[in-house]
């Protein structure tokens, strides 16, 4: 994917192309001077215009990338909210099952505790 950057040399370079090869034409082209002059200036407002044009298209595709890159990073964090408060409800889950399973444990052993105890009472 080209980068922002890219996207400038590129076009930067396609606008320098485009001058110096339509300066190049005029200037070997035979027309009077005040011709080419003419020529010069229209050709120069013609690449003035255009460069704006590729201006504003890239900062309206920058805003778009942005937006996009925003957009992105909320549903992400959405996502990964999501995932750790189920994994949370997961663990607060098993920990209750693993207390009430110590707790019949230990019920039982002080149970046998007490028949051992009362047996070697009554022995």
């Avoid at 890239?58 to 990964?80: H, L, N, V, W």
């Avoid at 607060?92 to 110590?102: L, N, P, R, V, Y």
Wanted: hydrophobic share 35%; proline share 1%.
């Amino acid at each position: 994917m080209m980068t922002l950057n890219d996207v400038y040399k590129v076009g930067g370079g396609l606008l320098v192309g485009a001058a110096v090869g339509g300066m190049a034409g005029m200037l070997l082209a035979p027309k009077a001077g005040k011709e080419t002059r003419e020529d010069i200036k229209a050709k120069a407002n013609e690449v003035q215009e255009r460069t704006k044009e590729m201006i504003e298209e890239t900062k309206e595709r920058a805003g778009e990338m942005y937006d996009k890159s925003r957009q992105m990073i909320g549903e992400t964090r959405e996502r990964a909210l999501e995932t750790i408060e189920t994994g949370r409800e997961r663990l607060m889950g098993k920990a209750e099952s693993m207390a009430h399973d110590a707790k019949e444990v230990g019920q039982k052993v002080e149970t046998k505790a007490k028949h051992a105890k009362a047996s070697a009472a009554g022995a």
